[in-house]
């Protein structure tokens, strides 16, 4: 077949977008909506899958199996898309997380829903990926960051919305409906993405690096264990963790050793030789652990200490994602009218930082507007980083690592999530534990003994002084773990101050043809391929 230009690319991609580019990018948000609406959604209807299916002692592992399935193949799609075409690749996962969707909706017992939620993560792994890769494909560098803050909009309307829609299927269709809903809107996406987008189909004599895949996997796998189970499941010094924190370090070197002698790597190491990227990576990994720690412990602030319903916990958290979603879109549109960035992930860094240090001061009198002002200045600082750090990340790396770049950069994010909801969790319950001993003796003590999180009923049903005791114990608790992401926000800021600005190019890879500098001045060479 004749070879034929990516589409959004050069003259075309300067400009205004073709009719056909504009549909693949509304199957792309599709596809981002569903890979991050997925877990919100589930979330509120667990305690009626447990109703029905049983199974109690298992009810982690519905969310367990879906992240970990997720965060071990996304580097895994990313390769696959560099070396055989992303097109091919974005569709298999779609049709793989459907398959899973259909699979789970139809579970009969616990052990089926979570084999199934593993399925349904696998795909989720090349949701992600194949967004943000197709998108480094497609758009100019110059334009990209419009599109990627469109992106990071949809993530922010998927946490709001997830809850609340999780919680009308559940109560007027049945929980089931929660994974068939995902069925229609991922067949628009498909068909949408199989008749218009038309992407070079790559040749790869080279063989999958089957043994990097492997490590990689086991590393991955015994990392997002310790932070799922350390604390929780099991102690941090329990034998359990300690063999899975060796299993995993021995992984992990030996994935990066062997990378230096894989044909064909999953993860180039080159691609860290670039001071920009390897900035990003480190920022996007403090982005998710600030972000999911702060989705956490946010509501059970407020439901716990400001009284405020549980049902609506979705827009508990409005104003740090409303004001995500705006900075992500302005973030966007002006990196793309100047084609200059760095100032961005200097501010979100900063704002970040003081955001949720002023979110550590919040105590059992601070009034929901308070903490609402405070909340939005850590969304303004995370709608700065959500997408630049994709957005330099892809600027920094040839186009033949586009894949592997979007997928280490979604990896480290997802790290950083199992992180902080990790050791943030850990701080929260050993302060909220000790501060109840302190407060209620023996009483609190017996409260918490099973967990430091309560519900609104068990909250409901405590003694007066008990209560009291634990309003302020999750006041105290949250107070450690937000002045933790403060810290630790503190070196996303260090780490900004040293990316060094390399102006976007207005146009596509044609024009982006000279050799990487390593600090983001990429190499976009495409390699000669054949259209699809």
């Keep these: 077949?004749?070879?034929?230009?990516?589409?959004?690319?050069?003259?075309?991609?300067?400009?205004?977008?073709?009719?056909?580019?504009?549909?693949?990018?509304?199957?792309?948000?599709?596809?981002?909506m569903l890979a991050m609406l997925d877990n919100m959604i589930i979330g509120t209807a667990m305690p009626t899958i447990v109703g029905e299916l049983g199974g109690l002692e298992h009810l982690s592992w519905v969310v367990t199996a879906y992240t970990l399935a997720t965060a071990a193949s996304t580097p895994l799609w990313g390769k696959l898309g560099d070396m055989y075409g992303r097109k091919g690749s974005f569709m298999t996962s779609i049709v793989i997380f459907l398959a899973g969707s259909a699979l789970s909706g139809m579970a009969q017992d616990m052990g089926q829903l979570i084999g199934f939620r593993a399925v349904q993560g696998l795909g989720a792994g090349g949701l992600m990926v194949g967004v943000m890769a197709i998108i480094g494909d497609l758009i100019p560098p110059r334009e990209r960051g419009k599109y990627q803050g469109m992106m990071a909009g949809v993530m922010a309307l998927a946490m709001i919305g997830g809850p609340l829609v999780g919680g009308t299927i559940t109560d007027h269709w049945g929980w089931r409906w929660s994974f068939y809903i995902n069925l229609p809107l991922g067949a628009i996406a498909l068909v949408a993405v199989s008749a218009?987008?038309?992407?070079?189909?790559?040749?790869?004599?080279?063989?999958?690096?089957?043994?990097?895949?492997?490590?990689?996997?086991?590393?991955?796998?015994?990392?997002?264990?310790?932070?799922?189970?350390?604390?929780?499941?099991?102690?941090?010094?329990?034998?359990?963790i300690m063999e899975l924190i060796g299993i995993g370090v021995a992984a992990l070197v030996g994935f990066v050793f062997w990378q230096t002698k894989a044909a064909e790597p999953i993860v180039p190491l080159h691609i860290f030789r670039s001071r920009n990227f390897t900035l990003m990576s480190?920022?996007?990994?403090?982005?998710?652990?600030?972000?999911?720690?702060?989705?956490?412990?946010?509501?059970?602030?407020?439901?716990?200490v400001q009284g405020a319903s549980a049902t609506n916990s979705g827009l508990l958290l409005l104003p740090m994602l409303g004001a995500m979603l705006v900075?992500?879109?302005?973030?966007?549109?002006?990196?793309?009218?100047?084609?200059?960035?760095?100032?961005?992930?200097?501010?979100?860094?900063?704002?970040?930082?003081?955001?949720?240090?002023?979110l550590s001061t919040m105590d059992t009198g601070t009034s929901r507007f308070t903490s609402g002002v405070y909340m939005a200045v850590v969304g303004l600082g995370m709608g700065c980083l959500m997408q630049i750090t994709m957005l330099v990340a892809q600027n920094s790396v040839e186009m033949k690592d586009m894949g592997v770049a979007s997928s280490s950069t979604t990896l480290f994010r997802t790290l950083g999530s199992s992180f902080g909801v990790a050791i943030m969790g850990a701080l929260f319950n050993h302060r909220v534990q000790d501060v109840m001993a302190e407060r209620a003796g023996a009483l609190g003590s017996k409260v918490t003994e099973s967990s430091a999180q309560l519900d609104a009923a068990?909250?409901?049903?405590?003694?007066?002084?008990?209560?009291?005791?634990?309003q302020h114990a999750v006041s105290s608790g949250t107070h450690g773990a937000f002045l933790l992401g403060a810290v630790v926000a503190v070196l996303a800021l260090v780490a900004a101050v040293f990316v060094k600005e390399v102006p976007l190019k207005g146009a596509g890879p044609q024009e982006a043809d000279a050799p990487s500098d390593g600090d983001g001045g990429a190499t976009a060479k495409t390699p000669v391929t054949e259209a699809v």
């Design 196 to 240: 218009v987008l038309h992407l070079p189909k790559k040749r790869s004599q080279a063989r999958i690096d089957y043994l990097g895949a492997a490590l990689l996997t086991i590393g991955i796998t015994a990392i997002v264990l310790v932070t799922t189970w350390g604390g929780t499941e099991y102690a941090w010094t329990s034998a359990r």
């Design 1 to 32: 077949m004749a070879e034929t230009p990516q589409a959004g690319t050069g003259e075309a991609g300067a400009g205004k977008q073709p009719k056909s580019v504009r549909v693949v990018l509304l199957a792309l948000m599709i596809a981002m």
């Design 458 to 470: 068990s909250l409901a049903k405590l003694p007066e002084a008990a209560r009291d005791a634990y």
């Design 282 to 304: 480190i920022i996007g990994f403090i982005v998710g652990f600030v972000m999911f720690g702060a989705t956490l412990f946010l509501p059970l602030y407020q439901q716990s």
């Design 327 to 358: 900075t992500s879109m302005v973030a966007g549109r002006v990196t793309t009218n100047t084609g200059r960035y760095k100032i961005f992930p200097v501010l979100g860094g900063a704002l970040m930082t003081v955001g949720l240090f002023l």
